[in-house]
């Protein structure tokens, strides 16, 4: 609790949930710390908690429960936010996020969907006024970070315009919403500044950006400047970091951003790697999902992009299972995965989601089958990532440094190929055989000799940094 009547009011918070919602946290935090509160990571220190929830899949939803009755619990005084509280009711009968919240845990003292900073700072004003004289001057101008200081998450807009049969996100978090393209570049100005070495696009659907506002002209340092997707990201090319994209569906425009890909080297620049949820190979399985893109011959597609980007990277993840899929619809994805040399690839067995339409779908399979299947898809894809990984021995690579390892002595790291939390790493150590000492700080790039790679990570040298820590 705060020391004394004149000292600030303290807010504690929890944040659970995808990059999005880390993104959401983010905003509150920079509006509480623009208006003068403190932030504590301790219940105990907290004149109230703020818990940020994630109500995606029935794990998640259950802790989100968890957290919020530790946050009661342990400090009494609770505000919810987040997906948990703006799902909706599974069926006529069912109970909505925000009702079970309140059922469960009847003494919170606000609930609040996704996406709602404004409703958020209100419920906090009206339990704990902010203070008088609000410490504006301290906020950094790129606001409050919960990544490491060099990797930075890039919200470009909320919601999606898609109805996929298995995913409850847009009714949680309504249709596409982008932001003008002249305020995601301040932000992202405002990110390098501050020291991010990488920016990492996300929103629920990247290469849709801009739809909604019809490409609507905004300014951007004084210029007019579409805010569309390939618009975007030559604007975020210029900036002196690499842009990673996540969450692109293959749609023909994605090909306008290639240029870019296969000219980015060094420090900078659009990096050669697409973050494609495909979800399924199968024309039929795709329409019963109801996939954006559905209609595009993705095979086609990826070998395309390739042969004009030859070091691109391809992410993808998979549903095993889904309702109705056969044996030869499964057999599909298999096939599929060997031709098309996914680099990194997560599969899921299907599992329902309360208030998903596919849960009415006909067909469904029994768990033991889903999960059969989903071993089947990891185990067809563990040759096929080790092989593409194994291709970055021998060469020298620009590696983003994320930390240091003291009890193995080396550095990790991640190449062009590796998103945070997601994707492998690279494990550096020094050379033997120098004499030279390892200059390379945590959130610098340095070049890398690659020695060795396993399943999912690389090994190697340590040879030269390539960039210095900011002054600022
Ligand atoms: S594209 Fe589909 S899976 Fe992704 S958020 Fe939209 S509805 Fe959900």
């Excluded at 109500?55 to 919020?68: M, N, R, T």
């Excluded at 009755?69 to 799902?87: D, M, P, Y």
């Excluded at 902010?130 to 919200?155: C, M, N, W």
């Excluded at 042969?307 to 599909?332: D, K, M, Y």
Aim: hydrophobic share 40%; charged share 25%.
């Amino acid at each position: 609790m705060s020391a004394s009547p004149s000292a600030p009011p303290v807010v504690g918070f929890v944040s659970l949930g995808c990059p999005k919602a880390l993104v959401d946290s983010e905003r509150i935090l920079t509006q509480l710390k623009a208006e003068g509160y403190e932030i504590s990571g301790q219940y105990e220190d907290s004149d109230l908690v703020v818990v940020n929830t994630c109500g995606f899949i029935d794990d998640a939803v259950q802790e989100s429960l968890d957290a919020i009755g530790e946050a009661l619990h342990e400090n009494g005084r609770v505000i919810v936010t987040g997906c948990l509280g703006s799902k909706p009711a599974a069926g006529a009968q069912g109970e909505t996020g925000e009702d079970l919240i309140r059922r469960l845990h009847p003494k919170v003292l606000a609930v609040t969907g996704a996406h709602a900073t404004a409703e958020v700072m209100a419920a906090i004003h009206k339990e704990l006024p902010k203070p008088h004289d609000p410490f504006i001057d301290l906020v950094p101008e790129q606001g409050i970070r919960l990544t490491p200081h060099h990797s930075a998450y890039l919200k470009v807009s909320e919601g999606c315009n898609h109805r996929c049969t298995f995913c409850i996100i847009p009714s949680m978090r309504g249709d596409l919403v982008s932001r003008p393209i002249g305020e995601v570049m301040r932000e992202a100005e405002a990110l390098v500044k501050s020291g991010a070495r990488e920016i990492l696009v996300i929103s629920q659907d990247t290469s849709a950006y801009g739809v909604d506002l019809k490409y609507r002209t905004d300014f951007v340092d004084g210029r007019p400047v579409r805010s569309r997707f390939t618009e975007l990201i030559r604007e975020l090319s210029q900036l002196d970091v690499w842009v990673r994209l996540h969450y692109v569906y293959p749609y023909p425009h994605v090909d306008e951003v290639l240029d870019l890909m296969a000219a980015q080297s060094g420090v900078r620049g659009v990096l050669p790697y697409l973050d494609i949820p495909l979800q399924h190979s199968h024309p039929e399985v795709l329409r019963r999902m109801k996939r954006p893109a559905s209609g595009e011959k993705n095979l086609e597609r990826i070998q395309a992009w390739r042969r004009a980007v030859p070091n691109l990277t391809i992410r993808s993840t998979f549903i095993a299972g889904f309702p109705g899929e056969t044996e030869s619809e499964h057999q599909h994805l298999l096939d599929f995965l060997t031709e098309a040399q996914i680099d990194r690839l997560g599969c899921f067995a299907y599992s329902p989601v309360d208030g998903a339409a596919a849960n009415d779908l006909p067909g469904a399979l029994p768990e033991e089958v889903r999960e059969a299947r989903r071993d089947a898809v990891m185990a067809h894809q563990a040759p096929i990532a080790a092989a593409r990984l194994s291709r970055w021995v021998g060469q020298r690579a620009v590696v983003l440094v994320d930390e240091l390892d003291i009890d193995e002595g080396c550095l990790i790291g991640r190449t062009t190929a590796d998103a945070p939390e997601i994707d492998g790493i690279v494990r550096i150590y020094p050379d033997p055989n120098s004499r030279h000492t390892v200059e390379a700080a945590v959130g610098e790039f340095c070049e890398v000799e690659i020695t060795q790679s396993d399943d999912y990570d690389l090994e190697g040298i340590y040879m030269k940094a390539l960039t210095q820590p900011h002054s600022n």
